[in-house]
C-alpha cells in the first residue's frame, strides 16, 4: 500500500478534450502517473510508453511448455513405460502434437496469468483500489504523483481547466 | 498523414511501362517454349506442370475473390482502400477458363481414371465413374468457372458504379451479392480441388482435404494480395499504406497459415493413426526420397516459417520482414501442389528448366492479367462509405 500518496487529478468529460490536455501536459513535461478512462485509447497508450513485454514472456512460457510436454511424454511413453498399442511404435510422435497443442495454451494462459498478477500486485479477494469511481463510469482521468508532477501545481490545474477539465482535485491516496 | 482533401482530388491510377510489359511477354514467351519442349521430350511432365501451374494461379484468383467477398461481409474498413487489388487478381478466371478446358487434350496422361477401359479393370473406378468421367468432368468445370466468373463480373461492376454514382446501395448490393458468393466458392471450390488434386488418386479419399485445399488458396491468396500491395506502394501509388495495415495482411498470413497448418496435421494424423491400407497409400507413395523431404519442406513453408516470423508485433509491421515471408509462401505453395501432382502423373521427382519456364510463363500471364485489370480503374475505389476509415486506420 502506498503511504501518503497525494494526487492531482484531473476529470475529463470526453475522449478528445482528455487527449488534448493529455499531449499538452505531456509537451509541457508534466510526469503523468497514470491515466483511467473507460475504454482503451490509442493516444493514451502510446503516450504514456508504458511498453508490456507479456507477450514476450508468454513465448517463452509456450516454448518451455512444447519442451517439458514432448519431453515428458516421450519419457512416459518410450523410457519408463513403454506398451504395445495396436502394433503402433513407442514413439507416437503425432499423437503427442495434439495433446502438446492443448497443453501449451492452457500452460500459458496460467502463467501470463500468474506474471501479470504479481507484476501488477492483485490476488483473488484484493480490494479495488479506484482512485476516482467515476472513471469506471463514463469519465476520464488523469492522475498526477504531488511529489513528482514536473511543474507547479496552480499551473497544471490552469492548464487541465484551459482544456476543458470539468473538475481538477486533489486526494491522498490511503483515504480511500 | 494525407487529409481527406488530398484523397478527393487523388486520381491515383497504375500506367504500366511498356519496358514491363516486354518483360511480361517474354516471361510468357518463356513459358510457351517451356512448354513446347516439356511436349516434345517428357508429355507427362508437361501435362503435369500445365495442371500444377493452373491450379496455382486459379486458386489464387478464387482466395483474392474470396478475400473480398470477406471484406464486405465483415463490413472490415481497413481493407476497403485495398480492394481493387483483390478484385484484378480475380479478373484471371475467364482465362485460367481457357486453360481448363484445353486440359481435355490432356485428360489421359493426367488422370489415371479417364484411360479408356479401365472400368473394365478397376472395380473402385467403376464405381465412381458415374461422377468421375470426362463429359462430366468438364460439364463441372464450365458450371463452377461460370458462376465464378458471372460472380467476380457483377461485384466488380457494383464496384466500378460506386465510383462513379456513390450512395450507399451499392455498398449494400455488394455485401448481398458476397454473401451468395462465399457460399458457391465453398461448394464449387471443394468440388473443384477434388477434381483436379484428389481424383489425380482416385483410389484414395480423404474429408479435410477440400478444406485443406481450400485455406491454401485463401492463405496464399491473402500473401499475393499483400505482395501487390506493397510493391504498388513501393512504386508510389498507395500512398495511404502504414504499418497498422501491414500488420493486418500479416494477421491474415499469420492466421491463415497456422489454419493451414491445423489442417494439414489433421489430415495426416488421422491416416497416421487410423491406418487403414486404403488411406496410408497416399502418403507410403510420397515417404521416399525427395517427396519425403517435401512433406517435411510443405510444414516448414507454409505454417513453421510464417509461424515464427510473423509471431512479434515488430516483424509484422514491416516491409523488411513480411517479403521474405511472402516468397517462402509462394514457394509453398509450389512444393504443395507438387507433393501432391508429381507422385501420381509423373512418378518421380523431376524438376528442371521445364518447371521453372512454365512457371515464368505462368507468372508472367497471371501479372499481365492483374495489372491490366488495376490500369481499368482508379487504384483507389471512389465513395466507398469505408475509404476514410480505411486511409486513418491505425491500431
Known sequence: MI????????????????????????????????????????????????????????FFFGLFAVIMLLGGMYWAAVVSWPLHFGGKPFNTFPSFIVVTIVATILTITILTLLTFSVRSKIYPGKKADIIDIRATDDK??????????????????????????????EKDANTN | MMTSKDMDTMNDKLIVPQKFKN?????????????AAGFVLDPQRAWANYLLNNYYFVSLAIGAAFFGAIQYIAQAGWSSAFKRIPEAMASYLPVAAVFFLLMYFGMHTIFHWSEAGITKTDELI?????????????????????????????????????????????????????????????ISFTLFAIDMIMSLEPHWYSGIFAAKSFIAAFLHAATVITLIVIILNKIGHLPMLNRSHLHDYSRYIFMLSIVWGYFNFAEFMIIWYGNLPEETAYFVNRSGGAFGVLFFANIILNWFIPFLFLMPRMTSRSKV????????????????????????????????????????????????VVTNTLTKASLVPRNHPYLEESIYHQF
Open chain 1, 3 to 58: 503511504m501518503n500518496k497525494r494526487y492531482l487529478i484531473g476529470v475529463f468529460d470526453d475522449e478528445h478534450t482528455l487527449v488534448d490536455a493529455f499531449e499538452k501536459a505531456l509537451e509541457k513535461g508534466v510526469v503523468i502517473e497514470e491515466v483511467y478512462t473507460p475504454y482503451p485509447i490509442h493516444e493514451i497508450l502510446t503516450g504514456m510508453k508504458n511498453k508490456t513485454n507479456i507477450t514476450t514472456a508468454a
Open chain 1, 140 to 169: 476520464f482521468i488523469i492522475l498526477l504523483d504531488q511529489e513528482k508532477m514536473g511543474m507547479g501545481k496552480p499551473e497544471i490545474t490552469k492548464l487541465f481547466q484551459n482544456q476543458g477539465a470539468t473538475e481538477v482535485y
Open chain 2, 23 to 35: 518483360l511480361l511477354f517474354g516471361m510468357i514467351g518463356i513459358g510457351v517454349i517451356s512448354m
Open chain 2, 126 to 186: 467403376a464405381h465412381k465413374s458415374p461422377y468421375l468421367n470426362i463429359p462430366f468432368f468438364f460439364l463441372r468445370v464450365i458450371l463452377f468457372f461460370g458462376l465464378w466468373i458471372v460472380m467476380v463480373r457483377l461485384l466488380r461492376k457494383i464496384s466500378l458504379k460506386e465510383d462513379e454514382v456513390g450512395g450507399m446501395e451499392h455498398f449494400y448490393k455488394s455485401e448481398k451479392y458476397s454473401k451468395i458468393f462465399i457460399f458457391i466458392i465453398a
Open chain 2, 321 to 368: 520482414f513480411i517479403l521474405p515471408v511472402i516468397v517462402v509462401l509462394m514457394i509453398g505453395q509450389y512444393t504443395e501442389l507438387y507433393y501432391y501432382i508429381w507422385p501420381d502423373v509423373v512418378h518421380e521427382v523431376k524438376f528442371g528448366i521445364i518447371e521453372i519456364g512454365t512457371y515464368l510463363g505462368f507468372l508472367g500471364l497471371f501479372t499481365l
